[in-house]
């Protein structure tokens, strides 16, 4: 099966333009299916559905959480069907395999007073050029709701010329336009300055270089900034990451009257009813305020 795993990879990553992490992640699930396949002396020639959801219910078993379970079954759902396209088998063992319930947490939302303290920490937590970088990058993910993954591949042509939006490459490959606001523009125009006044830098095509070996800034480096501007502003770290800062870029939108459909754009989600969910939380909010009325105590 091993020897089937690579050709997958690389077919995935022609055809669907998967992502690095994506081909990464598929790559462990599937050499620990392969591992627990040869543990039972089968291979992917000869697994059996049987054989899968074994693999499955010894993960839960182990408690994997129904979120890991399902990214595994979608990577042996992928492979076995690619192997039955290719011919090296007749039938995909795992086609049929219902997935775990996922239960959808609401998204945990920082309010706009918790936003605004980290704006004020900025210049407490950072100096020179460290501040005109964390400024900017504070600004486009709360400003224009980027993932951090698509804040970090960002190359620095898509911010040349005082533009009034990002052209952003999402999941799957999709691109967006994410309009940016005045203060992020500003943000953006000042880490230009202090990134182009470093040759180094100057010739590097990403818009957040780096020292490192992907030449570029990391994820884990941009959660370490955020969770330091937490600590910084008296929030909790924890509750403080990229992925906060979206989740209060599409809550507040929402709170101010803007249309869910309008908000599906500016994340980039392929799907509306993954949008929706920040309806709940709005509606938590005003649950809330509505429990303070007068007519509502007992």
């Known amino acids: 099966m091993r020897g089937w795993i690579t050709p997958f990879l690389d077919a995935i990553a022609a055809e669907r333009d998967a992502a690095d992490n994506t081909r990464e992640a598929y790559r462990r699930d599937l050499d620990d299916l392969a591992g627990w396949l040869a543990g039972l002396g089968r291979d992917g020639a000869t697994a059996r559905r049987a054989d899968i959801e074994g693999w499955l219910a010894a993960q839960a078993a182990q408690g994997a959480a129904p979120a890991s379970r399902a990214r595994r079954l979608s990577a042996a759902r992928s492979f076995f069907r690619f192997a039955r396209e290719e011919g090296w088998r007749a039938d995909d063992p795992a086609a049929r395999i219902p997935g775990p319930r996922r239960a959808r947490p609401l998204p945990d939302a920082l309010s706009p007073a918790a936003v605004e303290a980290l704006f004020a920490a900025l210049p407490r937590a950072f100096r020179g050029d460290a501040l005109a970088r964390a400024s900017c990058i504070l600004e486009v993910l709360y400003g224009a709701g980027l993932r951090v993954s698509e804040l970090v591949d960002l190359p620095v042509a898509a911010a040349r010329g005082r533009p009034a939006a990002l052209l952003v490459r999402g999941k799957g490959g999709r691109e967006r336009l994410a309009p940016l606001t005045p203060?992020?523009?500003?943000?953006?125009?000042?880490?230009?300055?202090?990134?182009?006044?470093?040759?180094?830098?100057?010739?590097?095509?990403?818009?957040f270089p780096s020292r490192g070996a992907s030449g570029r800034l990391t994820r884990a480096r941009v959660f370490q900034m955020m969770r330091a501007l937490a600590a910084e502003a008296g929030l909790d770290p924890a509750r403080v990451s990229p992925h906060a800062l979206r989740h209060a870029f599409a809550t507040h939108l929402l709170e101010n009257g803007a249309d869910l459909r309008a908000i599906q754009e500016l994340l980039g989600h392929a799907d509306i009813a993954t949008t929706e969910i920040y309806t709940h939380v709005v509606s938590d909010r005003l649950r809330e305020l509505v429990a303070r009325h007068p007519l509502a105590e007992d």
């Open 183 to 207: 203060p992020a523009r500003d943000a953006l125009a000042a880490w230009l300055a202090a990134r182009d006044a470093g040759p180094a830098a100057r010739a590097s095509p990403w818009l």
